[in-house]
């Protein structure tokens, strides 16, 4: 587990995708055998000269917590729309279109959290200066957030797993 001290490693972040893709391959490959109805889109998204030049400008727009900005220099968007509910990593475009309109999220004694993913329900995900990941208790930019991981790292392994325990 990544304690919040640790930052997120550009290496672990390109092992992850290469792990998550070859689950997400398999739960895929099983999909319509085991629903009965074809799987979505479920991507890891490698980030592009695009992508990183709207992490460059999300960078200049709001203090965007490092971990998040190594993720996005190696990933640019993930989307998983047949991981239980859904799970959705935003591009950094997305997030600054987001904080651009809703700003920054308030939790309790955190740094202001910034809204980088999102899952099925609705539900957001921030990450704080400090690290942590917060998920939204409702799905409201304005109501309570409950800290889910201690970092990206362990939110990203969280999603390994979840699709490793469906394929």
Not at 31 to 58: I, M, W, Y
Not at 145 to 159: K, N, P, R, W
Request: with cysteine; proline share 5%; net charge negative.
């Amino acid at each position: 587990m990544n304690v919040p001290d640790e930052r997120l490693d550009s290496e672990w972040v390109r092992d992850w995708c290469g792990q998550i893709s070859v689950a997400l391959e398999a739960l895929t490959s099983s999909f319509l055998r085991t629903h009965g109805f074809p799987p979505g889109e479920n991507a890891v998204v490698l980030a592009t000269n695009e992508s990183s030049k709207a992490t460059g400008a999300l960078v200049d727009l709001t203090p965007i917590p490092s971990d998040l900005t190594t993720l996005y220099w190696v990933v640019s968007e993930v989307s998983l729309p047949d991981v239980e509910h859904g799970y959705f990593v935003h591009s950094a475009s997305t997030v600054a279109e987001h904080f651009r309109e809703y700003g920054s999220v308030q939790i309790d004694d955190e740094p202001p959290a910034i809204v980088f993913a999102s899952d099925g329900g609705g539900h957001l995900f921030a990450v704080a200066g400090s690290g942590r990941v917060w998920r939204s208790t409702t799905a409201s930019w304005f109501d309570d957030f409950e800290v889910t991981t201690a970092s990206i790292q362990e939110f990203l392994e969280q999603l390994s797993r979840r699709v490793a325990s469906q394929a």
